[in-house]
């Protein structure tokens, strides 16, 4: 197994392959295509990845979002759903895990972690508010915006440059955010809205050493911190890996210290948490908790389902357990790393230091000869999916949407098609075919010419959005 690049760095002699912590004991058949039927099913969505149907799809690094494979015991699990409209056994299960493993007080439980960006902009913020972050999330800043809030980006610089190898990129500029402070008063500034890798920088990591001063600054001006915990777990690594002081500390540990500087979180349980659904909040603070139960009602399901099956919470709270072994956090980024690895080897452009939960390609400098105004990413996408019926996504001018005050395209810098792991599915062969369909169209780059919108929806235009060849 080639893992051995990876696991055993600085053990030349002496072969000690590194493999997955789990075996399979269910598979599901995927269906092989040929490229005149990717021809059409791609013509078919629009030359878009997220209209494909799924059955076209060989391999599918779309998200890693609701797409891992459960455990046996989390299956187990989903068989002792308490059904009941309230109370049930499996929320008293999932509020002891989000307690035990994230350290907060009060536990809000969403269908997924939209739900709870709604609910937590919709009760801190008010018309002409100001959210600073670590980068925008699309739906997280959507929420914010249309609460009333304008996002700011307060990341440091070089989570902007894709060849900076930063070990933190995630990281909170202080000054940027000292400086927004200082413009628009802590009164507008209802919290910050730090995230754990953040994945449109390429799934980079928050340092230990960042959230502590965040922590600082907030407190001097008496402003929340707020975290996307999506993938937390994954950033725990990445101190455990890089930070002083962390080398001995279980992710567990690691995790809980870093939440500890945080007054609440909100959750896509679809992302770390090993399910297919699910998402939670949570917070400290009794009465915005008392503000919060309540509203969860209106818009997700009672207080103790908040959206979700009995069955759901179950399989949630088991997967949280498994997602802080320290084993599986390891296989899991591994093999991220481990596609980066191989790319990089054949200098194919993509983000570093490879992230968490996805490789990044750059596609402004795979195709170096395009605009950005003819989707350079979204196209990468389409020719990805055309050579082998992989499907990945695009995150860079099309994500990023339109500026809600001139109506023209923002420009982000980072122009980036996605390829996402999904947990627990896919083996190092997968990985194999991917890298050598990536060299495939690097091979064949000059011949792109990039793509034209036709049709572009309001909210979130990514999903939706339609395009023609050049
Ligand atoms: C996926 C995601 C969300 C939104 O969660 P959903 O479960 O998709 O609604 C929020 N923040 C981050 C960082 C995410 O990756």
Redo the contacts with the bound molecule.
């Keep these: 197994m080639r893992h051995q690049s990876l696991h055993t760095m600085g053990q030349q002699h002496g072969r000690r392959s590194w493999a997955e912590p789990w075996k399979i004991k269910m598979v599901e058949p995927l269906n092989m295509t040929d490229r005149p039927t990717r021809a059409r099913a791609l013509a078919d969505a629009g030359y878009n990845t997220f209209l494909l149907h799924s059955a076209d799809v060989y391999i599918d690094l779309l998200t890693d ?2 797409t891992s494979a459960m455990s046996d015991r989390q299956w187990a699990g989903m068989l002792l759903g308490d059904e009941a409209y309230a109370g049930s056994r499996n929320y008293y299960h999932l509020e002891e895990a989000v307690r035990r493993f994230y350290g907060y007080r009060h536990l809000v439980p969403t269908h ?4 709870a ?1 709604h609910l937590i902009s919709r009760t801190l913020i008010r018309p002409g508010d100001h959210i600073p972050g670590n980068m925008y ?1 699309t ?2 800043r959507l929420h914010q915006e249309l609460a009333g809030a304008t996002f700011h980006d307060v990341i440091v610089d070089e989570a902007h440059d894709p060849e900076s190898l930063h070990p933190f990129k995630g990281d909170v500029d202080l000054a940027k955010l000292a400086a927004l402070i200082d413009e628009v008063g802590a009164e507008q500034i209802p919290y910050v809205s730090l ?1 754990g890798t ?2 449109m920088a390429g799934g980079q990591p928050v340092s230990m050493a960042n959230v502590r001063a965040v922590r600082e600054l907030c407190d001097r001006h008496g402003i929340r911190l707020l975290l ?1 915990a ?2 937390m777990v994954e950033n725990a690594l990445f101190i455990q890996e890089r930070e002083e002081g962390y080398a001995q500390r279980s992710i567990a540990e690691i995790l809980l210290e870093f939440c500890g500087y945080t007054d609440g979180a ?1 959750m ?4 770390d948490h090993l399910v297919n659904i699910g ?1 939670w909040l949570a917070v400290n603070d009794d009465s915005l908790f008392e503000e919060l139960r309540n509203l969860v009602v209106v818009y997700e399901g009672l207080h103790t389902y908040g959206g979700m099956a009995g069955r759901d919470m179950e399989a949630l709270a088991i997967g949280i357990e498994e997602s802080v072994s320290d084993d599986h956090v390891r296989s899991r980024v591994g093999q991220v790393r481990y596609l980066g690895e191989l790319l990089t080897q054949w200098q194919i452009p993509i983000v570093r230091p490879v992230g968490g939960h996805a490789v990044f390609l750059d596609a402004r400098r795979f195709y170096a000869h395009l605009a950005q105004d003819v989707f350079p990413a979204q196209t990468l996408a389409a020719e990805l999916y055309l050579d082998s019926g992989i499907r990945s996504m695009e995150r860079g001018i099309v994500s990023a949407g339109r500026d809600p005050e001139t109506g023209d395209h923002k420009r982000p810098k980072l122009e980036l098609t996605r390829l996402t792991i999904p947990r627990r599915v896919y083996t190092q062969a997968h990985m194999d075919v991917v890298a050598e369909s990536v060299k495939a169209c690097f091979d064949a780059r000059d011949a792109a010419r990039g793509l034209r919108l036709v049709y572009e929806p309001r909210y979130l235009r990514f999903f939706q959005a339609r395009f023609e060849p050049l």
């Design positions: 979002s609701g997924q972690g939209r739900g960006e999330f739906t997280t995230a953040v994945n996307d999506t993938r909100w896509s349980s679809k992302k998402g």
